[in-house]
């Protein structure tokens, strides 16, 4: 009995990172598999083509970081990879998604880490080639390690001897539980933004920008998956997705339903994802919305502050102003009390007023 697919917990605790591949830019390795084990490695991918063009029992798996567009162009050349697929090879920077190119199955993945120091989504991106008996993989990120993917399948000779397809959703499996400590590390950093906001931090309002940029970042890796899985995740009874010549299996096989099963758990570890980047969203927006709330709120309280200051001093501004006047009665000016009696009354009225604003909050 197969072991299940490792469980990666995206509930906020340590942070985790994916290890950095040792592989150097430009590095080629291919391995040989027969029955779902591997047999051998060769030196170059001409001589993987050769081994499984003379053997058609083997499959080769021909692993490519950061290839040159002449790497590509003789990979492309020595296993006839479909022209449009190289092109969006070479030019990367495409959206998730598989394509299918007569018997050549062309997949895009996103696979993205979280940078805690400067709060950054980093996305990076794999595309896969899947024939009937070669899968290529062509890494341009630092977020999935491939060699422990070939550790895994090589310790699952069940599921590998389904061939392509099994190299494919250990790839996508890899790329999907990497989601995990970026979603993580984001909920984490929206909760502290929330306390941010709640304290009156005056910097909470570019925090929620930077974060809901980078979640957005983040959903645009995530959501086409869901399609990429209903175009790969065929059904125990179907053929391999490269659309090979080879009958398809009807009845129930093990090693298919056990490929199924394993594309299910997949499924489901993608819808998990998406709820989840859905909901971060949802609360930026909502965090957004309380932040503005409050700083409306502030600076009404600061409006009520200043318009009741204004208040208390206009009244004595304008006895004031009318005993500056050059036409005022000179009885009243003359008058022994009338500077004391009009200063009591000054100081009355900013006392009532103030009293009166106080009553109401506004100071």
């Not at 917990?9 to 598999?33: C, F, K, N, Q």
């Not at 056990?258 to 993608?270: C, E, F, G, N, S």
Request: with cysteine; glycine share 6%; proline share 6%.
């Amino acid at each position: 009995m197969s072991e299940p697919a490792p469980e990666r917990t995206m509930a906020v605790g340590h942070r985790t990172t994916t290890a950095p591949s040792d592989a150097a830019p430009g590095e080629v390795r291919t391995l040989l598999y027969r029955g779902g084990s591997r047999e051998r490695g060769t030196d170059t991918v001409q001589e993987a083509h050769q081994a499984v063009t003379s053997d058609p029992g083997l499959m080769a798996w021909v692993a490519m970081r950061a290839p040159d567009r002449t790497q590509l162009t003789e990979l492309a050349r020595t296993f006839g990879l479909p022209a449009l697929a190289l092109e969006d090879t070479i030019v990367a920077h495409q959206r998730p998604k598989a394509e299918t190119y007569g018997g050549v199955v062309f997949v895009v993945l996103r696979p993205a880490g979280y940078d805690d120091v400067y709060e950054r989504v980093e996305v990076g991106e794999m595309h896969l080639f899947a024939s009937e008996n070669v899968v290529i993989t062509i890494g341009h990120t630092e977020q999935v390690d491939l060699e422990s993917v070939r550790r895994r399948l090589d310790s699952e000779p069940r599921l590998l001897r389904h061939g392509t397809l099994a190299v494919v959703y250990g790839v996508l499996d890899a790329v999907v539980d990497a989601y995990a400590p970026a979603v993580s590390a984001l909920q984490q950093d929206i909760d502290e933004l929330e306390t941010q906001v709640f304290d009156g931090d005056p910097q909470a309002a570019g925090r929620v920008y930077r974060l809901t940029r980078e979640v957005i970042l983040l959903q645009r890796a995530v959501d086409p998956l869901g399609a990429v899985l209903q175009d790969l995740m065929a059904s125990p009874e179907h053929s391999d997705p490269a659309g090979s010549d080879r009958p398809r299996t009807h009845g129930c096989d093990p090693d298919r339903v056990l490929l199924h099963h394993h594309m299910r758990d997949v499924a489901d570890h993608v819808t998990a994802v998406r709820e989840h980047v859905d909901g971060f969203r949802q609360l930026l927006e909502d965090i957004m919305s309380v932040n503005n709330s409050l700083i409306d709120q502030s600076q009404n309280e600061a409006m009520k502050k200043i318009s009741s200051w204004g208040g208390i001093l206009v009244v004595p501004a304008l006895i004031a102003s009318f005993y500056g006047m050059n036409n005022a009665p000179q009885d009243a000016i003359h008058w022994m009390f009338s500077w004391p009696a009009t200063l009591v009354l000054m100081v009355l009225s900013a006392l009532v007023l103030y009293g009166l604003f106080r009553h109401y909050d506004w100071l």
